[in-house]
Nanobody, 124 residues
Framework: QVQLVESGGGLVQPGGSLRLSCAAS????????MYWVRQAPGKEREFVSR????????DYVDSVKGRFTLSRDNAKNTVNLQMDSLKPEDTAVYYC?????????????????WGQGTQVTVSS
């Protein structure tokens, strides 16, 4: 059974940090690009970041560049999104996704696998 299980979300003050994790199982994790996509209340889904199967290539939406860092551990089948200097506009549900292809799609059906999401709230 394929699973993508996100964790690490929560409430944090502006300027704070959170580390999101996504634990994958049931598929060949090391053969997939891994993604984070977010959806803020009342807004469209937004591509946040992606990392290549071997971790050598990462990509970020402009609004998080320099603040978020995506990494993966293929031995542990996990991907981590370190989020620093958080802003209220980062508030959203963050979804982990997997695809064999490099993409910036925000549509779940564009991905092979899609997680249930974890809530991140940035507020004072």
């Amino acid at each position: 059974q394929v699973q993508l299980v996100e964790s690490g979300g929560g409430l944090v003050q502006p300027g704070g940090s959170l580390r999101l994790s996504c634990a994958a199982s049931g598929f060949d994790f090391s053969g997939y690009w891994m993604y984070w996509v977010r959806q803020a209340p009342g807004k469209e889904r937004e591509f946040v970041s992606r990392i290549s199967w071997n971790g050598n290539s990462t990509d970020y939406v402009d609004s998080v560049k320099g603040r978020f860092t995506l990494s993966r551990d293929n031995a542990k089948n996990t991907v981590n999104l370190q989020m620093d200097s958080l802003k209220p506009e980062d508030t959203a549900v963050y979804y982990c996704a997997a695809s064999r292809l490099a993409s910036r799609s925000t549509r779940p059906q564009s991905y092979n696998y899609w997680g249930q999401g974890t809530q991140v709230t940035v507020s004072s």
